[in-house]
């Protein structure tokens, strides 16, 4: 292997030539991580940004976090043991990731911490993908930036944010007992409060955990405008990566598009689909002013316009009682 330096967006990468192949990979992976709360237009995001010549995104593996989940919590920066191996092996989505048996050891060997293990992963996977530089998708780690960038400081995040209610709308389809917060107890009294806490919950702790990253490693961008002007978010996107804007993450779908009845815009592979959501024809004015009495603020903040109508006791209450659930119950 034959080691360089090059000079990208200001910042200093080192990269590797490998013997067999012209492709040159970055060790600094992962190199971005796509975040934002589920059902925000993440996939939509990794889609566009996978198609990239030079990038691959994994799409969500949650492996790094969750698969360490209990030694990341005594300690931020853990050494590697065979006991993490075996569990980001077994881990029941890091199939995602495409790598072997052996990838995983070649990944193991002479990796001293977990982090070194996690980064040649995904160096392993950019290699086999062709790809300069590799990186991964996964919503919830927007509530994993800091931990994240203490474990990568040489990552970046690009941070999709929805209108929540149009998110909820969606979440309303999504989750389930099992899935998103319909494992929170307040779901089977509440569901649409529970998706105003579940949105300001994930989108708030990105949003102040972004802003405290900086610019230089944090770019957020929303899905409305994504939808609107793809070509204009994507080159902004770009330029944070320090990559050129290249054409074909716009035509992510080309050849993908499947036209069986009854599919779902993400199942369809359909190009982005205006108003695919619209909170203000979809959900009822109550509804409305349930969400924008428990996460109106965040909206507010988000750019995104809200109703301020007058609450009626039926509104107050739903409001007041998700508000009690979260500080008795909830994830703050």
């Known amino acids: 292997m034959v080691f360089m330096q090059i000079l990208s967006n200001g910042n200093l990468y080192t990269t590797m030539s490998m013997t067999d192949s012209d492709i040159q990979i970055s060790p600094n992976a992962p190199f971005v991580f796509v975040v934002g709360c589920p059902r925000s237009g993440t996939t939509l995001l990794q889609r566009m940004l996978d198609n990239h010549p030079q990038l691959t995104i994994a799409n969500d593996t949650h492996f790094i976090t969750r698969a360490a989940k209990r030694v990341l919590r005594k300690n931020p920066q853990p050494l590697l043991t065979p006991e993490l191996v075996a569990a980001v092996q077994t881990y029941r989505r890091f199939y995602r990731?495409?790598?072997?048996?052996?990838?995983?050891?070649?990944?193991?060997?002479?990796?001293?911490?977990?982090?070194?293990?996690?980064?040649?992963?995904?160096?392993?996977?950019?290699?086999?993908?062709?790809?300069?530089?590799?990186?991964?998708?996964?919503?919830?780690?927007?509530?994993?930036?800091?931990?994240?960038?203490?474990?990568?400081?040489?990552?970046?995040?690009?941070?999709?944010?929805?209108?929540?209610?149009?998110?909820?709308?969606?979440?309303?389809?999504?989750?389930?007992?099992?899935?998103?917060?319909?494992?929170?107890?307040?779901?089977?009294?509440?569901?649409?409060?529970?998706?105003?806490?579940?949105?300001?919950?994930?989108?708030?702790?990105?949003?102040?955990?972004?802003?405290?990253?900086?610019?230089?490693?944090?770019?957020?961008?929303?899905?409305?405008?994504?939808v609107a002007e793809p070509e204009k978010e994507l080159e902004a996107i770009a330029t944070f990566l320090g990559i050129p804007y290249s054409e074909s993450m716009v035509n992510y779908h080309e050849g993908k598009t499947r036209h069986q009845p009854g599919l779902s815009a993400k199942s369809a592979w359909l190009p982005p689909v205006k108003n695919l959501r619209n909170w203000q024809t979809d959900m009822s004015p109550e509804d409305i002013d349930v969400f924008e009495g428990i996460a109106g603020e965040l909206l507010r903040e988000s750019g995104y316009k809200c109703r301020d109508q007058w609450q009626s006791a039926v509104v107050k209450s739903r409001v007041t009682q998700g508000l009690a659930w979260w500080e008795s119950e909830g994830k703050s």
């Open 97 to 226: 990731m495409g790598l072997s048996e052996k990838d995983v050891e070649a990944a193991a060997e002479d990796s001293l911490t977990y982090a070194a293990f996690v980064s040649r992963l995904y160096a392993l996977r950019g290699q086999k993908k062709q790809k300069k530089l590799s990186g991964e998708k996964t919503p919830d780690n927007c509530r994993n930036m800091p931990l994240l960038h203490g474990l990568f400081p040489a990552s970046r995040f690009v941070h999709i944010i929805r209108d929540g209610r149009d998110t909820a709308l969606s979440t309303l389809n999504w989750a389930t007992e099992s899935k998103g917060p319909g494992k929170w107890s307040l779901w089977n009294e509440d569901p649409l409060a529970t998706c105003a806490l579940w949105w300001r919950w994930q989108a708030g702790m990105g949003e102040c955990d972004g802003q405290k990253l900086g610019k230089n490693f944090y770019h957020r961008v929303r899905y409305e405008e994504l």
